[in-house]
DNA sequence: TCAAAAGTGTTCTATCTACACCCATGT
DNA sequence: ACATGGGTGTAGATAGAACACTTTTGA
């Protein structure tokens, strides 16, 4: 889909420069939390940043977003939806990011610890100045995730294979920053018909076992 | 908003190029209709296709689209939001398309005439195929319209200043595809508070005049 | 037997849906 | 007086919110 226009294309002055950033969300001791990187070189040397690397062209977009989600989290088959795409006007050239967001399973995540200022996760609803407009992305995506929440599945990008229903509204907790009723969340969920029991039960300390459940669908449904 | 990675750039084997594409609605003849431009070049020449041009970035991409949008349809102040960036890989060289779309009232709409195939409304429940990805451009913008129609006001991209409720109901009736109940629909309204009544009346035709509203915000407003 | 989390139903309220008649005007 | 579209209210159904006690287990 390059262009579609009917006229013959403008000179360009300069060839822009194109990045996609990612904000990866999981739910880390009951709160929704995002992956940073601390920027090692300049512009804004020293700041706390999101994930993200200029694309060389070789792959889709998407695909270009996915390979770094990888290379943060060792993980794969998870959540991913673009967000927007920004121009930048004060760089010396033109330049876009392309801003994702992904939900991970924070079990399933094998950080980098290599460097001396490894990625490490931040608490969405404290987050210190970022560099970039990188707060503003992360809010838009939290709005996005919050939204999706009530009328899609995208739940299942959070949580493991199988789950049991408390852990599925701690994280409908977490991410809606409120506390929900257990018995009405349970038929909301049931009625939905997005999870269903598997059967099997986990116990665990001293009390009642919990049933386990999946999501009947881990493809990005509608309700 | 340019790299935000804590690694240097890849280096880029070409330079990519791109475009801004916009789908235009409108209201005609009581159907939504989206504007179309006649592709006189290859590639895809001859094929109907959605208006937009290289990004030359010179100016912020948003205001590029809305460039496009007063050469295409001489009107301003428009609704204009961001659809989704796509990438384009059969193409000889990298190509991003950012994608947005806009309402507009269709009376105050002067398209260009001057060419041979001029840019033409065409009905988007009834499309031929288009070049390109254009057709599930559209389609991803129609339901985007849809689903916000719901939840916010953006009707008022489409509607004049004042506008009766036998309108406004039109153009909702035209983007859901469905026709809905005369009280119901003015109740839900009204107590929304999304549109209030100007005080004025609208004489035309043999029978009782109808009341005027406008919308309470013209900004984007979330319900 | 006690502590701790799991599991379960009913009532009330608010919202949405369906539906039919009178009103103001121009011809 | 009649044809045309504008304006209005109510009753039933549905969905969401509030709320407390019993069950199962390990220690």
Request: glycine letters at 6%.
């Amino acid at each position: 889909m390059p262009r579609s226009s009917d006229k013959p294309a403008l000179t360009s002055n300069a060839s822009p420069t194109v990045a996609t950033i990612i904000v990866i969300f999981a739910i880390i001791d009951g709160q929704l939390q995002v992956l940073l990187v601390h920027r090692s070189a300049e512009p804004q040397q020293g700041m706390w940043a999101l994930p993200g690397g200029r694309w060389d062209g070789s792959t889709g977009l998407e695909a270009a977003a996915e390979a770094k989600l990888v290379e943060e989290t060792g993980a794969r088959d998870l959540y991913l939806e673009q967000l927007f795409t920004s121009s930048n006007l004060d760089a010396t050239q033109p330049s876009l990011a392309v801003a994702y967001f992904a939900l991970v399973d924070s079990k399933l995540v094998r950080l980098r610890t290599s460097e001396e200022w490894p990625p490490a996760w931040h608490r969405v609803d404290a987050l210190e100045p970022l560099a970039f407009d990188n707060n503003e992305v992360i809010a838009q995506a939290v709005e996005r995730v919050r939204a999706k929440l009530e009328y899609t599945n995208i739940a299942y990008g959070l949580l493991p294979e199988q789950f049991t229903l408390r852990e599925l509204q701690s994280a409908y907790e977490a991410i809606e920053g409120a506390t929900l009723d257990r018995r009405n969340f349970r038929k909301r969920m049931l009625s939905t018909g997005i999870i269903e029991a598997t059967g099997e039960q986990r116990r665990e300390g001293a009390h009642r076992p919990a049933h386990l459940y999946r999501f009947t669908s881990r493809q990005p449904v509608f309700l």
